[in-house]
C-alpha cells in the first residue's frame, strides 16, 4: 500500500496518537515503533527521535531497535536508503565533507528524502566499516573509501538500477 509524505507536523500528530495510552517505559518502546511502521510504513529518523523522547531512550538505542529488528523500515516504502556514516572513525577520514558534498549533490539536507522521492539520505553512527571509511550504505550495500566522484557514481546508479516494485 503507497504511503504519502507527511508534513512534520501531521507527522507529529500521528505519532502523539499511536503514543497516547502507552506508558512512558521502555518495554512500550517495540509496540510504538510496531504502531508507527504500520500506520505510516516506516519509521523515519523524526519518529526515532521522538521514541527516544517518549521513552527516555538515546536515538542509537532507538536506531539500534530499528535496524536491529528487520521489521522496521527507515525509510518511505519505494526509497532508497542512503546513509552516510558519521561516527568517530569515519569522521577522521573527512566524512563531514562527504556529507556536505551528499547534501550539495542530491539538493537536500541529511534526514530528508529528494524531491523525487527516490533517495533518502540519513546519517548513521558507524556501518561496521570503520577501517575503510569514509563509509556509505546504499540500499544493503555497503561501500568504502568513498570519495565525493565515487558517491555521485553511486547514487546515480541507484537511482538507474533500482527495481520498481
Ligand atoms: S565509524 Fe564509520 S563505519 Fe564505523
Redesign the pocket.
Known amino acids: 500500500m503507497p504511503h504519502h509524505s507527511l508534513e512534520a507536523h501531521e507527522e507529529l500528530a500521528v505519532l502523539d496518537e499511536l503514543l497516547v495510552d502507552l506508558a512512558p517505559d521502555a518495554e512500550h518502546l517495540l509496540p510504538f515503533l510496531h504502531r508507527v511502521q504500520e500506520r505510516l510504513g516506516h519509521v523515519s529518523p523524526a519518529a526515532i527521535r521522538y521514541a527516544a523522547h517518549a521513552f527516555n531512550l538515546s536515538r542509537a538505542e532507538v536506531f539500534g531497535v530499528v535496524t536491529f529488528y528487520g521489521d522496521f523500515r527507515e525509510a518511505r516504502a519505494g526509497d532508497t536508503v542512503v546513509q552516510l556514516?558519521?561516527?568517530?572513525?569515519?569522521?577522521a577520514v573527512g566524512?563531514r565533507e562527504l556529507a556536505a558534498h551528499a547534501e550539495r549533490s542530491l539538493g537536500v539536507p541529511l534526514g530528508t528524502t529528494t524531491g523525487d522521492g527516490r533517495l533518502h539520505l540519513e546519517a548513521v553512527?558507524?556501518?561496521?566499516?570503520?577501517a575503510?571509511?569514509?563509509?556509505v550504505r546504499i540500499a544493503d550495500d555497503i561501500h568504502g573509501r568513498v570519495t565525493a566522484a565515487v558517491f555521485d557514481r553511486l547514487v546515480a546508479m541507484a537511482a538507474t538500477t533500482r527495481s520498481i516494485p
Open positions: 556514516c558519521m561516527a568517530e572513525a569515519c569522521q566524512c553512527y558507524c556501518l561496521g566499516n570503520c575503510l571509511g569514509p563509509s
